[in-house]
C-alpha cells in the first residue's frame, strides 16, 4: 500500500493506493448483494481476536481478480469491559 501526501495551501489530502485497498474497495462493494453491513476477506476474519461475531461466509467473484474471493460478515466486535 502506498499513501501519498499533497498540500496545497493549508489544506493536506492523504490517498491510499495499491491492491489491499483495491481489494476492500472490491470487498465493500459486495456488502450490498449480500445485504450485509461489513464483509472482511477471510484472510483477515482468521486475524479477529477473540470475541469477533461472524456470520455468513460466501465465496464471491471479484472484479480485477482471476480467483474468487472468499468473504466473511462480520456482526459485532467484542465488548470492552
Known amino acids: 500500500m502506498l499513501i501519498t501526501q499533497s ?3 493549508l489544506q493536506v489530502s492523504y490517498d491510499a493506493h495499491g491492491p489491499a485497498v483495491n481489494l476492500a474497495s472490491r470487498i465493500e462493494a459486495l456488502t450490498k448483494g449480500m445485504a450485509a453491513t461489513i464483509l472482511v476477506s477471510k484472510d483477515v476474519a482468521m ?3 477473540p ?3 461472524l456470520g455468513r461466509a460466501a465465496v464471491l467473484p471479484v472484479k480485477g481478480k482471476t480467483q474468487p474471493i472468499e468473504v466473511v460478515e462480520l456482526l459485532s466486535q467484542p465488548s470492552s469491559s
Open 47 to 49: 486475524r479477529l481476536g
Open 7 to 9: 498540500i496545497e495551501g
Open 51 to 53: 470475541g469477533f461475531v
